[in-house]
């Protein structure tokens, strides 16, 4: 056997192991899940400790529900480079080889802190996340004004619904605080609520126009037909806020 078929060998045996360990396969229709497990905010720049806990509770099913990487840039590239930090994390590659996850995000994976249907490279940003959540090539996920998914899982009498929004894809610019100039950051505002100890209004104000949106006019379609499927227990995955009168 000479080098070069040798060679092509051994990389359709990495291909194939890859693959296999890429990311556990969903659960089955009718399967019965009793024990999910969800989590947001990993800096993929730091260690992860946390995942020899979850890896320890053997969840059937792992929602991430958002800020699962800090891309916080508008270079694909620099995209790639984050995405592969969380992939080499020890902890999480044992969650995927072991573990089916579901993945959604928010702003810092959607591209950057607070950012909305205005930032310039979210079809980028897309392409980056459904390839590395391995997103299968004919999921509407590729294709729809957003990456809002759901699943359904269990029979009858045990049926689990997950509905995944996407609140970054479609939603109006924020409005700032007047109190704030423009160009004030989230970073400034927050470190004034710390050095004050009190709560500092902003760095938003509410948006007044009746044309805003957080999902856009197709997503809170497709949402009320999934709120009409059947389910025993529905969960909604927002990454934000629900409950807040107004979190600012």
């Known amino acids: 056997m000479n080098s070069l078929v040798r060679f092509a060998l051994l990389l359709a045996a ?4 890859d693959t296999a360990q890429a990311q556990r396969a969903l659960p089955a229709n009718d399967t019965t899940l009793t ?9 993929e720049n730091k260690s992860q400790p946390i995942w020899d806990a979850v890896n320890a509770a053997q969840p059937e099913l792992f929602v991430f529900l958002g800020d699962n990487v800090y891309l916080d840039t508008r270079d694909p590239q620099v995209m790639q480079e984050k995405y592969q930090r969380l992939a080499n994390q020890r902890g999480f590659q044992q969650l995927k080889a072991s573990t ?3 993945a959604i995000w928010d702003d810092h ?16 940003s897309r392409e980056a996340f459904l390839n590395f959540w391995h997103e299968p090539k004919d999921s509407p996920r590729w294709s729809r004004e957003g990456i809002y998914t759901a699943y359904s899982f269990g029979p009858v009498g045990q049926r689990v619904q997950i509905i995944l929004p996407d609140l970054r894809w479609n939603r109006s610019p924020l409005i700032i605080d007047p109190r ?31 044309t805003a949106t957080q ?12 709120l009409r499927e059947p389910a025993d227990l529905r969960i909604i995955g927002s990454s934000l806020q629900v409950l807040a009168d107004f979190p600012g």
């Open 35 to 43: 024990h999910i497990a969800f989590g947001s905010c990993a800096k």
């Open 14 to 17: 990495i291909t194939a192991i």
């Open 215 to 226: 999902l856009g006019e197709a997503q809170w379609q497709w949402l009320e037909a999934r």
């Open 100 to 102: 089916p996850l579901i």
């Open 180 to 210: 704030w100039d423009s160009e004030a950051s989230y970073e400034t505002w927050a470190k004034a609520q710390i050095d004050s100890g009190k709560e500092v209004p902003g760095p938003y104000t509410r948006n007044p126009d009746p």
């Open 109 to 124: 994976d959607f591209g950057e802190n607070d950012a909305g249907a205005d930032y310039p490279i979210k079809h980028a």
